[in-house]
């Protein structure tokens, strides 16, 4: 040995062997594609969405997956508010998924992007009350309930979700917020 090392991308890259081609500007290239060239913020709004539905569902789910709370829901007007509010916001949620996804497909425009912005803000505030104030409506049934029961158990775990559920869909709105201010401001 000479006691010379080479790098292995010096070696790579001899004077023998050209360089690789730069491709194409009109060859498709990962970098290029729609997917990378959308705003976080788009990103960052369908996976919110995406969360409030799981986490609404679940919270309804909780209520009414066992048959003894099914029929005992009816008896008490505080879980049946949890469950209305709850299967709402899923529905809000299912059809902003939606409607984000067509957006950033751009396969389809429901309403304009100025309106969108306006009534994404208001009903994220409107959800966003409903599921706080659902969930704040629970908790006293919850703690006059027996422990141990199903039906405490199922509410517990519901309020929990619900809770979640709000925290996400407050977030939603900062960032629906945030478009519209966007929106207005520029």
């Known amino acids: 040995m000479s006691g010379v090392t080479v790098s292995p991308v010096a070696a790579a890259y001899s004077p023998a062997q050209p360089p690789l081609p730069t491709p194409s500007p009109f060859s498709f290239s990962v970098a290029s594609t729609r997917w990378s060239s959308r705003p976080p913020v788009q990103?960052?709004?369908i996976l919110l969405r995406f969360l409030s539905l799981i986490f609404s569902f679940g919270s309804a789910f909780a209520l009414v997956a066992l048959p003894s709370t099914n029929t005992?829901?009816?008896k008490h007007p505080e879980l049946l508010?949890?469950?209305n509010a709850n299967i709402l916001t899923a529905i809000y949620s299912a059809y902003q998924i939606f409607k984000n996804i067509c957006d950033y497909a751009q396969t389809c425009i429901f309403i304009s992007d100025t309106a969108s912005d306006y009534i994404?803000?208001?009903f994220d505030q409107v959800a966003g009350?409903?599921?706080i104030s659902a969930s704040s409506v629970a908790v006293?049934?919850?703690q006059q309930m027996e422990v141990g029961t199903s039906l405490r158990n199922a509410s517990v775990v519901?309020?929990?979700f619900s809770f979640a559920s709000f925290l996400v869909t407050a977030l939603a709105a900062f960032l629906s917020g945030y478009?519209?201010?966007k929106r207005i401001m520029w």
């Open 43 to 45: 990103t960052a709004s």
């Open 72 to 74: 005992k829901l009816k």
């Open 81 to 83: 508010y949890c469950f």
């Open 120 to 122: 994404s803000f208001i």
């Open 129 to 131: 009350y409903v599921l």
């Open 140 to 142: 006293p049934l919850i």
């Open 158 to 160: 519901s309020v929990c």
């Open 179 to 181: 478009k519209l201010c």
